[in-house]
Nanobody, 120 residues
Framework: QVHLVESGGGLVQAGGSLRLSCAAS????????MGWFCQAPGKQREFVAR????????NYTDSVKGRFTISRDNAKDTVYLQMNSLKPEDTAGYYC?????????????WGQGTQVTVSS
């Protein structure tokens, strides 16, 4: 079972930036594609960004392209989400997870998430 700990969320004004981190406790972290997801109140959890095991390939949902950047440090078993030009509609809980394949869904094990609130 993967243990995931997200951090870095907070309250920020529109146009501001945050950097989220996700630390994983898994020996095979460096072999796994990883993803970030978000869930706003009353809505389903949605895909935000994904990164390949090597970190070379990334993919984003359209609403964050050009504003968010996913990256990883396999030596630290950590994946990041740099969030720039934040908008109020980005307000949500953000979660990372190991992907079952680069284009496949997340595992069943979720961390506690980190809350991002963007004020207008």
């Amino acid at each position: 079972q993967v243990h995931l700990v997200e951090s870095g969320g907070g309250l920020v004004q529109a146009g501001g930036s945050l950097r989220l981190s996700c630390a994983a406790s898994e020996r095979t972290f460096s072999n796994s594609a990883m993803g970030w997801f978000c869930q706003a109140p009353g809505k389903q959890r949605e895909f935000v960004a994904r990164i390949s095991a090597s970190g070379v390939t990334t993919n984003y949902t359209d609403s964050v392209k050009g504003r968010f950047t996913i990256s990883r440090d396999n030596a630290k078993d950590t994946v990041y989400l740099q969030m720039n030009s934040l908008k109020p509609e980005d307000t949500a809980g953000y979660y990372c997870n190991r992907l079952n394949g680069f284009w496949l869904g997340p595992s069943q094990y979720w961390g506690q998430g980190t809350q991002v609130t963007v004020s207008s």
